[in-house]
């Protein structure tokens, strides 16, 4: 690895000293291998120092003062192999610690999910405020689960709701459940394997909430490396990214209870599902945090339009 990188690690340990020495070193070495930053950090100083205070088990909020401290021989070799590991194999930082964090929360991951990074959290810590009426939110449904973080935020902000966690994949689910154990919330998350909604027959939800595969084939012949270390499972969507959109539109209805509401994302997407359905009044929900391309029906509009 590191002849591929043209590293001298020795003289990297010789050199390099302190905290501060090691995420300058890395976050130079991500510029020069040209990384791709969009899996919880947007740049090559924040997703080195993450790397290196991960590695050396301090929190991600440790005061800078320490950062001055000199490392340990084993420490130093620690942090310099997971270093080579981002900047020669290019997958994203969360594969390496198995950890990600999404709506303040916690989840490990692997390679059987994609990277947990939707902007719905921002909607779940509002408890979808002002679209629900917490008192009257009883069961959720989170569809295209993946890593589960959708699910268990979802409980978390609802606390005693009863929500289901469905996903096509049993590898995915395998995740799900790791998180649910994680979190300790298995009285209130189920893992369900289900495409779509074939195994929630007779299942209905006052939430629907949905982040499933939506990346059209012209953006995934486009992607970044890393984004080719995800499951293509969670990504592919066909030509135009609504292959599971579609169809979920279309029985979503069938599992909202009265007064229920379907939020979903579909990123890039967004221009083509408008262009698909012309006549649906799709409300696209605006973020303080960043990111587009979610949308949200009403039971109602569900049973109007389709």
């Known amino acids: 690895m590191n002849d591929d990188l043209n590293i001298d690690i020795l003289a990297v340990i010789n050199r ?3 905290i501060n020495d090691y995420i300058r070193w890395g976050a130079s070495l991500f510029n020069r291998e040209k990384l791709y930053f969009g899996h919880g950090t947007n740049n090559a100083i924040d997703e080195a120092a993450y790397l290196v205070l991960f590695t050396l088990n301090l929190p991600n909020n440790t005061n800078s003062v320490y950062f001055s401290a000199k490392l340990l021989e084993e420490e130093k070799r620690a942090v310099i192999e997971i270093i080579l590991e981002r900047a020669y194999k290019k997958v994203p930082a969360a594969y390496l610690t198995h950890e990600s964090w999404f709506a ?5 991951v692997d390679e059987r999910v994609l990277v947990p990074r939707s902007p719905i959290a921002e909607l779940i810590n509002q408890q979808f405020s002002p679209w629900v009426d ?10 295209c689960t993946g890593s589960g973080c959708i699910a268990i935020a979802c409980a978390y902000a609802f606390p005693y709701v009863e929500v289901d966690a469905a996903d096509i994949s049993a590898d995915a689910l395998e995740v799900t459940k790791t998180n649910i154990e994680k979190h300790k919330i298995q009285d209130y998350v189920q893992a369900i394997e289900s495409d779509l909604f074939s195994n929630l027959a007779d299942k209905s939800y006052d939430i629907i909430v949905s982040n499933p595969p939506y990346v059209d084939k012209m953006d995934m012949d486009a992607l970044p490396t890393e984004f080719m270390a995800e ?3 969670g990504l592919a969507a066909g030509d135009n990214g609504l292959d599971l959109v579609i169809p979920m539109l279309e029985q979503a209805k069938y ?5 229920g509401i379907l939020i979903v994302e579909v990123g890039n997407s967004d221009a083509a599902l408008q262009e698909h359905y012309p ?10 945090n960043g990111g587009h391309g979610v949308f949200l029906l009403t039971k109602e509009q569900l049973e109007a339009h389709f």
Do not use: A, K, R, S
Request: proline share 8%; no cysteine; charged share 25%.
């Open 104 to 108: 303040g929360l916690p989840f490990y």
């Open 16 to 18: 390099l000293e302190t």
């Open 231 to 233: 499951p293509e499972l």
């Open 255 to 259: 599992h909202l209870n009265d007064n």
């Open 134 to 143: 917490t008192e009257e939110v009883h069961q959720i449904l989170d569809l």
């Open 279 to 288: 006549e649906v009044p799709f409300y696209w929900l605006e973020f303080e």
